[in-house]
């Protein structure tokens, strides 16, 4: 569809920089926004590279036990107080 011209009803508007990409995720149920940054994310680098730029979080096994604690308590583990480090690492793994 790149280069092919889209009906004025369906064009995603002028900031959006790929609109082919667009309207393929819009198609998949995106939302609008979601489907805006990607596309033009994706116009800014490549398509391949946008799906490889996600942050990445440090193993929990990083991780202090105060700090697991806590976010064991943010999602609401049961018996997080009495979990040894391992414990705690398994319940959030598998939370």
Known sequence: MK???MPADKKP?????????????????????KSARIANAAAASSRS????????SGSY?????????????E???EGRSSMSKDE????LRHH
Not at 13 to 33: A, F, H, I, T
Not at 61 to 73: E, S
């Open 3 to 5: 280069g092919a011209a």
């Open 13 to 33: 508007g002028p900031s959006v920089k790929d609109d082919e990409l667009y309207e393929k995720l819009r198609d998949e149920g995106n939302s609008k926004e």
């Open 49 to 56: 590279e946008v799906g490889h730029r996600g942050g990445q």
């Open 61 to 73: 096994d990083d991780w202090t036990v105060d700090d697991l604690r806590k976010r064991a308590a």
């Open 75 to 77: 999602l609401d583990v």
């Open 88 to 91: 705690l690492i398994d319940a």
